[in-house]
């Protein structure tokens, strides 16, 4: 059952992703960048307006590979009362220095999800890592999102590769990176643990501007409606 995850930026967009049937609220800054982070006062207003009806995440910012500077980043997120805590591993080779300085973070039960960048080829050898390291979860997004859409990146084989490696390793798994409509049910074949999304859901589809209760409902409906037709197929 591939889930839709909406990326927010204020308690008056968590609610209209809500009333849109989002099943993940994703807690993100998209005027900060790709994997901008929110205020901590901002995070902790919409954690405590979306009660748990539906899991969050929250975004730790667009932060350097430095070991220390991402363990001080994801500790302090999850203090936030956040379900997940997702982290960029940007470039090619991921650092693995990046990946074990988290491990203890895993082990005080911290549900974290690397996000490797679609636009920047990364190197899906690397999901054994994550999984080693208790990561709860690894998800596909771009980091220049003037630069196209997770398709052009990657093709569908590389992207079939991603999901089936992340579900043998039992890691959930998203996809995501400006796509909208138009890529929902070439992605839905891969039946990814959920679909990720903010600019499709914005007026004038532009990520920085303000989340729409409609558009919201034109993606589930588009997700749903696939879900029924994979079925009957
Ligand atoms: O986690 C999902 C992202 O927020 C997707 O953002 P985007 O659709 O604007 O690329």
Redesign the pocket.
């Known amino acids: 059952m591939t889930r839709l995850?909406a990326?927010v930026m204020n308690v008056e967009e968590a609610d209209c992703a809500l009333q849109g049937g989002a099943d993940i609220i994703?807690l993100?800054n998209?005027l900060a960048g790709?994997l901008g982070a929110l205020p901590a006062p901002t995070i902790q207003s919409i954690v405590k307006f979306v009660q748990q009806r539906v899991p969050t995440s929250a975004t730790v910012g667009d932060l350097p590979m430095q070991p220390d500077i991402l363990y001080q980043a994801v500790q302090q997120t999850m203090c936030y009362g956040v379900d997940y805590v997702?982290i960029g591993f940007w470039g090619k080779q991921i650092s693995l220095d990046c990946i074990e300085i988290l491990q203890p973070l895993t082990q005080q039960g911290g549900k974290l999800i690397a996000?490797l960048f679609a636009d920047q080829q990364p190197d899906l050898n690397s999901l054994c890592h994550f999984a080693r390291a208790g990561f709860a979860g690894v998800?596909l997004?771009?980091a220049n999102?003037q630069a196209g859409?997770l398709t052009q990146h990657l093709n569908q084989q590389t992207l079939k590769v991603f999901i089936q490696k992340a579900q043998i390793l039992g890691l959930i798994n998203?996809l995501?990176?400006?796509?909208?409509l138009a890529q929902i049910s070439q992605l839905m074949l891969l039946s990814p643990f959920y679909l990720?999304?903010?600019?499709?859901?914005c007026v004038a589809q532009q990520?920085q501007s303000v989340l729409q209760i409609g558009a919201v409902k034109q993606i589930r409906e588009a997700i749903h409606n696939c879900k029924k037709e994979l079925k009957v197929a």
């Open positions: 995850l990326s994703d993100k998209p790709a997702k996000v998800m997004d771009t999102k859409n998203g995501a990176g400006s796509i909208g990720g999304f903010r600019g499709a859901l990520r």
